[in-house]
């Protein structure tokens, strides 16, 4: 799931430096003072990046991720999450065999900049690279998969063709072993504490073997397993994704060596059914790896391998990860499910009342009104949500109003970017229900978003496929309207 997810985006970004000449990446501390968190992440880039885009995820269970839009083309430069727990971003380019993430706790104020990296004479990259401005945690430990990029690219553990991604060459042991020189030299450069160096050891290890039993499945040849010198029932290491995916990559390699692609419901189903290696604890932290996936990609099926699991766990943690993710789903359905809200229902976040849009429309009746029609997982709507915004600033509100409508079919999406592009305080950012069946859907033959209708005073509609707001022609029109 990681890995697909990582395929949506490319990513920028500069950093603090100090150069190691033992080993050739850039290295720094920043020390700054610490002040009091609060329960938000604000994130900002530095202010001559023109684009800057990844991937952001503020729940683990969100089933896609958000994308993040930052920089000068896009008319924004910062952005304020609200959150009481840990959220992160990630992103990266698998054709360039690079890949970054990056988690932030409530509180933390992170700067981006970009850093360009040379991968061969004719390919170039701007890789991102963070300070957390009010965080202990060293620019480093913050960037060390940069750090280790860049030696890579260096060292040529990784080669990037000039010509084709098919040739491209990744050497897996010599990244491992770069990884472990590169983690000894900022330890002894007090560039990383003890705990990041020690888990960061483990885990390029894991990442080490995994990579060695796909060589071996893919190869149709044998690995020996030992040899790889990880306990495969560590009781200290179920909690690490880490060791988590190289279970998961050992469970197909040993029983399911001849298929190239298994269902998650089917090796969830094997484990569950069969004695394996897996110890008790293992076993069940593995399952719960499964149901996860399955939630994620095989979301039919999600009700009934969720009955399985609840049959043998009898941990309370992971009892109440999956109720919280039930009384979520129960939410969703009640706010927009058909049997619940008459099609076309417009609801918003402050009062939850129930409008039609002839209702909403009549209400602003005497001002020009712009109708945005967007989802949370619309990249275009969510790029031009900082050009709506300054039409709000450009025009008075008894002359423009704009009204959101979004077409979301999860709740608890539309909710989360509300919260992000500020919408979750105005009266008029409303989801629809049953949005396919709705006459505003048929009679302005709405198929594709963002989509813009513009109405005179009047009420009646001006333009129903309007300039969008990052077009000049867009506030041409609303002058000349009002």
Known sequence: MKNILLTFLLISIFSCKEKKEEIGPEISIIKEKKIEKRNEVFISINDTIKSFETNLFVDEMQDKPDILYLGQKKNKTSVTIPTQNTIKILGG??????????????????LIDVRKVNLNKSKQIEYPTFTILNSTKTWSENNFDYLLYNYNINTKAIVIDENKFQNNKYDSEKVYLN?????????????????????????????????KIKEAKNQKTEIDIENLEIDLNDEKLIANNEYISFLRTLILYKYFNKDKRVLNSVQFDFINDNETFLYKNTKLTLLDSYLKSIYFIEKSKFDKYLTKFNTVNKNEEFKNKWQLVIDKQNINSKKLNATNRNVGTLTNLIDDNELTFEEVLLKH??????????????????????????????????????????????????????????????????????????????????????????????????????????????????????
């Open 93 to 110: 380019a698998p054709w360039f065999s690079f890949f970054y993430e990056l988690e932030l706790e409530k509180g933390d104020s992170l």
């Open 179 to 211: 990884s472990i020189k590169l983690l000894d030299s900022l330890k002894a450069n007090n560039s990383i504490s003890n705990k990041f160096y020690s888990a960061n050891r483990i885990n390029q290890k894991l990442k080490f073997a995994s990579s």
């Open 365 to 482: 009746k005497g001002k020009v009104v712009l109708v945005d029609f967007w989802a949370s997982w619309c990249a275009p709507c969510r790029k031009e949500m900082p050009f709506l915004k300054d039409l709000k600033l450009k025009f008075n509100e008894t002359e423009l109003k704009i009204i959101e409508i979004s077409i979301d079919k999860d709740y608890s999406a539309w909710v989360r970017a509300s919260k992000l592009e500020n919408l979750s305080n105005e009266i008029d950012n409303y989801i629809i229900s049953n949005w396919e069946k709705t006459n505003l859907y048929k009679t302005y033959n709405i198929k594709t978003i963002p989509r813009y209708l513009l109405f005179g005073k009047n009420g009646k509609i001006i333009d129903e496929n309007a300039p969008r707001p990052s077009e000049r022609e867009l506030i041409e029109l609303i002058k000349a309207s009002i």
